[in-house]
């Protein structure tokens, strides 16, 4: 009995080819700057997916902190190279005038045909196993609570001395500081590429350090 | 009875010599380096004495005409299942005899040797040699099964190959001690392979214990029932060991060439020992061989053949080494004849008797060639007998003994009949053929007439005048010509000279008595019926031809003539003697140039297959490193899809294959 | 008509993947290949999220793993980025043709072009 599509299903339709366009932007935009923006956009029809599909906390996250730092980190990290003024090509990048050449058609056809071959046993493959929710109709059951931050932060830390996730969420603490420190590390300069390096960059260098590293 | 008491002196025969060449091996180095050759010398002879005196030792034993044995047992050496071959030394009658031949002689010549190497080099090495040699043959006098035997077989063989090459640093000299080796080495092949058939076809190599079962009145049949085919093989395969060492045609060419080592070791080694040896193993398997006529048959068919070829290349050699050396071969030959008459005794006895006038002859020719300073060839040494007195002496009454010319006095005469009256009693069957012993007979009987040639020319050139060339041309060795005349300087050589110019008559005289038969039969001894009606007009002939030839032959002038009215006649250098009756030549095709094959093939498959395999695999390596290494490419996009390539494989991998 | 189901969810998660595969293999800008890796990143969050919403109502496991994929992502970019700085402070150049004969010294040629 056809039925019209309920609000969720519409708004996930939205959602989903949004990202899907905004991704293909991305990849297909010219200007690095245009690029990072539009891929700021793309993460916000996901998070909307998520909301969709009661993970809250996640599409909140998605927000903060994917769009929120590390887009942010991009984009500085875009500004400081310095791109043209007036949003042109940056200097290096497409040397030969064209963004897009026979390779890049090649590769299309590739990825296309790796897309119709994965996608439709994936497809029924996941229309097997959610089969008998389709015929109930209704979304699977979730207990109470399902994706809030204290559900999530009960599986995390309950029980901290013998749950894995605890650890883990440790750890990948430790990685994140690890990760601090090798950016840094990579940041510095040493005594002889001080030498080497342009004297405006230098100047910029101990302008902002104020002093020698 | 005899006395086994004495059965202890067995061992220590062998082992004094051994020991004595040990302790030269070891410090006669450094002894010749302090002058002390005397030592080097003294220390030979004491070896090779004292085996000779403890061989006198054994005679109280009783040995000699009597059928026991002595027996010592040393101990197990290999034992391996059925296989038993242990230390075991035996002398019987027979034994006893080679025993006192190799003492006596051993030592007589190490004394000759004393005098004879005063003055030449690496004496250490030459006596540690010489001991070593007494020592093996020893220790194949007595052993008592046929591993044992071929220990002292190959220990002859070595020691032959050491002392033929004494000179090593002399033109063709290493090619001759090689040449006696390898030709003995086929022949130790064969007689290995003949140890092996008779373990096979017996179940035993002990000698005694085959000897026992062959006598045993109904054992001797039951011995070869069901195994005649295994027992001939053996006894085929025995020979050619036997050929070898003793050097029958067609593995009789080392001999000759063997003459390239020092003097002594030719009496010793190439006259009255070593090559016996061959002929000891045939009469310790005398039982076997009188079960297989065939074998018999190649005896004396290549025994003719080299009685033969000995006598006419005797006739035109012009080294006084050479022509004894063809004469021992023509000898050896008679040798083998009577062991194919089934005459073992006939066998010994000759054995016993060329002994003593080869010995007698090749010391003598030491002695010329010793005093005229290693000048060999004949013909420069014209009347050199004149100034040498013993040596003169010495080497008539070797020629006279060798030709058989005064019956009594004669060391080979008496053995020599033994042999022709074994030869003429019996047939000769084999390979479908049999020839009566009387043709035989006759042919032996002419072709025997020759010695009385050869030897008495030999002594027309050393006794007569002296050629007119002579001292013309530079001697071998690098002298000057130089006109001092050769002189007797050795009182070692002197007194061997003597002792055995008295004991080769006395040899002749003992060897017409029925006791040497005995000792050699071990017991049913009796006194040689000598035909004299067919004998004499062949010793008449002999004296006749023995005259004529040395009257020829002493004169400078009849002889040139002789030779240039002979060359007329002659095939120019193609003839047999010219190509020693074209054996060189079939070793060439037949051993030399099959090695040279499989030598070519084994190096081309080496070289191309080895290498090549070697070259293949590092171009395999070079190849796949070159197409490998196209994949650094140095670019991170290509490296990134092959990340992702590989992740999606990994997927499917993972997902599809567990689903 | 359901739109939000598994099925299509994953869907969109292998098309956002595929899209940043291609960014990453053909672009030459260096930043825009961590960004097609951030768009690849995306796709898989999304699959997370998904199953867990379609297959497991009890526990938030995928929330969790969606949780370690961000905070990965985030480092990976930090560190990206902090070479990229490198990069341009030394050569002035981020692309991939600049990377590419980052290998060469003064003895070895350089080699074809991107």
Do not use: I, K, N, W
């Given at each position: 009995m056809p039925q019209l599509p309920s609000v969720p299903d519409i708004l996930f339709a939205v959602s989903a080819v949004a990202v899907i366009g905004f991704s293909l932007a991305v990849v297909l935009a010219r200007n690095p700057v245009r690029s990072t923006l539009l891929l700021i956009l793309s993460f916000l029809p996901v998070s909307l997916i998520y909301i969709l599909m009661q993970a809250t906390f996640a599409g909140i996250l998605q927000v903060m902190v994917?769009?929120?730092a590390i887009m942010m980190l991009f984009t500085f990290v875009i500004m400081m190279i310095n791109p043209a003024p007036g949003g042109g090509e940056l200097p290096g990048d497409a040397t030969s005038g064209k963004t897009f050449g026979k390779g890049d058609l090649l590769w299309v056809v590739l990825l296309c045909g790796v897309g119709l071959i994965v996608i439709p046993p994936v497809q029924y493959a996941a229309s097997r196993i959610t089969a008998p929710l389709i015929a109930s109709g209704g979304s699977p059951a979730h207990k109470e609570g399902f994706g809030t931050v204290e559900s999530i932060a009960q599986l995390i830390f309950r029980d901290p001395a013998n749950n894995p996730l605890t650890v883990s969420f440790e750890l990948i603490s430790i990685l994140i500081l690890v990760g601090v420190i090798a950016a840094v590390n990579f940041g510095r300069r040493t005594q002889k590429a001080a030498k080497a390096a342009s004297p405006q960059a230098t100047a910029d260098e101990t302008n902002a350090a104020g002093g020698n590293p | 009875m005899i006395n086994h008491s004495l059965a202890a002196l067995l061992p220590a025969l062998p082992v004094i010599p051994a020991l004595s060449a040990l302790l030269l091996a070891l410090c006669g180095g450094a002894w010749l380096k302090k002058g002390s050759y005397n030592l080097v010398g003294g220390t030979a002879v004491a070896g090779a004495g004292i085996a000779f005196a403890l061989a006198l030792a054994l005679w109280p034993a009783g040995l000699p005409g009597s059928s026991a044995a002595l027996v010592f047992d040393l101990g197990p050496w290999i034992a391996a299942g059925g296989f038993d071959a242990g230390l075991r030394l035996t002398a019987d009658s027979a034994g006893y005899a080679m025993v006192l031949l190799v003492t006596f002689f051993g030592f007589l010549i190490t004394t000759y040797s004393v005098g004879y190497m005063r003055h030449d080099r690496e004496q250490s090495r030459f006596f540690a040699s010489l001991n070593l040699f007494v020592a093996s043959m020893l220790v194949l006098v007595l052993a008592d099964n046929l591993v044992l035997i071929f220990l002292g077989w190959e220990g002859v063989g070595v020691c032959s190959y050491l002392l033929i090459g004494h000179y090593w640093d002399e033109k063709g000299v290493p090619l001759a001690a090689y040449r006696a080796f390898f030709v003995n080495r086929i022949g130790d092949i064969l007689f290995l392979l003949g140890v092996f058939t008779v373990f096979a076809a017996f179940g035993t190599v002990s000698l005694s214990e085959l000897s026992a079962r062959a006598a045993s009145p109904h054992g001797g049949m039951m011995m070869f029932m069901g195994r005649e085919p295994l027992a001939v093989l053996a006894a085929f395969l025995l020979l050619g060991g036997a050929f070898a060492k003793s050097a029958?045609?067609?593995?009789?060419?080392w001999l000759a060439d063997?003459?390239?080592?020092?003097t002594p070791v030719s009496a010793l080694i190439h006259a009255a020992t070593m090559v016996t040896a061959g002929i000891y193993l045939i009469m310790r398997l005398d039982w076997l061989y009188a079960a297989v006529p065939q074998a018999r048959f190649l005896i004396a068919a290549c025994g003719l053949v080299t009685l033969v070829v000995g006598a006419f290349m005797a006739l035109t050699q012009t080294d006084i080494k050479k022509i004894l050396a063809y004469s021992t071969l023509s000898n050896l030959a008679l040798m083998f004849l009577a062991l194919a008459a089934c005459s073992a005794q006939a066998a010994m006895l000759h054995l016993l008797g060329h002994a003593f006038f080869k010995a007698l002859l090749f010391l003598s020719a030491g002695s010329v060639i010793h005093a005229a300073h290693h000048e060999q060839d004949a013909r420069r040494l014209g009347g050199v007998l004149k100034s040498l007195p013993v040596t003169r002496l010495a080497f008539w009454v070797g020629c006279i003994g060798g030709a058989g010319l005064i019956p009594y006095l004669s060391a080979g005469f008496f053995t020599k009949e033994a042999v022709l009256e074994s030869i003429r009693l019996s047939t000769f069957n084999g390979f479908g053929l049999g020839v009566s012993g009387s043709v035989v007979y006759w042919v032996v009987l002419a072709v025997e007439s020759l010695s009385a040639l050869y030897l008495f020319r030999l002594l027309g050139y050393l006794n007569g005048a002296a050629s007119p060339t002579a001292h013309d041309h530079h001697h071998d060795h690098g002298h000057d010509g130089h006109h001092e005349t050769p002189r007797e300087t050795s009182p070692a050589i002197r007194f061997v000279l003597i002792a055995l110019t008295i004991a080769s008559p006395a040899f002749a005289l003992f060897s017409a008595t029925p006791a040497l038969t005995a000792w050699v039969t071990a017991g049913e001894g009796h006194a040689e019926h000598i035909h004299w009606g067919h004998v004499a007009p062949f010793i008449a002939l002999n004296i006749v031809l023995a005259a004529a030839t040395y009257f020829v032959f002493a004169s400078a002038r009849r002889r040139e003539g002789l030779l240039a009215a002979l060359s007329a006649l002659s095939w120019k250098g193609r003839g047999p003697l010219d190509r020693k009756f074209w054996f060189d030549d079939l070793y060439a095709v037949a051993v030399v140039l099959p090695l040279k094959v499989v030598a070519w093939v084994l190096r081309l498959v080496v070289e191309n297959l080895f290498i090549g395999l070697l070259h293949l695999s590092a171009l395999a390596g070079r190849g796949i490193t070159t197409v490998a290494s196209?994949?650094?490419?140095?670019?991170p996009h290509h490296y990134a899809a092959a990340i992702l390539l590989f992740m999606a494989f990994a997927a499917w991998f993972l997902l599809w294959r567990r689903a | 008509m359901t739109f939000l189901t598994l099925s299509n969810a994953l869907t969109v998660s292998l098309v956002l993947v595929l899209i940043g595969a291609f960014g990453v293999l053909r672009r030459r800008n260096l930043i825009l290949v961590l960004l097609s890796v951030e768009i690849m990143l995306n796709g898989v969050n999304l699959s997370l999220i998904s199953f867990n919403y379609f297959l497991w109502g009890a526990s938030e496991l995928g929330h969790y793993l969606y949780m370690l994929s961000i905070g990965v992502a985030a480092v990976e970019a930090a560190v990206g980025l902090a070479m990229v700085i490198v990069l341009f402070r030394n050569h002035r150049d981020v692309t991939r043709t600049r990377i590419a004969r980052?290998?060469?010294?003064?003895?070895t040629e350089a080699g074809a072009g991107a």
């Open positions: 994917y769009a929120g | 029958q045609a067609p593995l009789h060419v063997a003459m390239a080592g020092p196209r994949a650094q490419t140095g670019r | 980052l290998g060469e010294t003064s003895e």
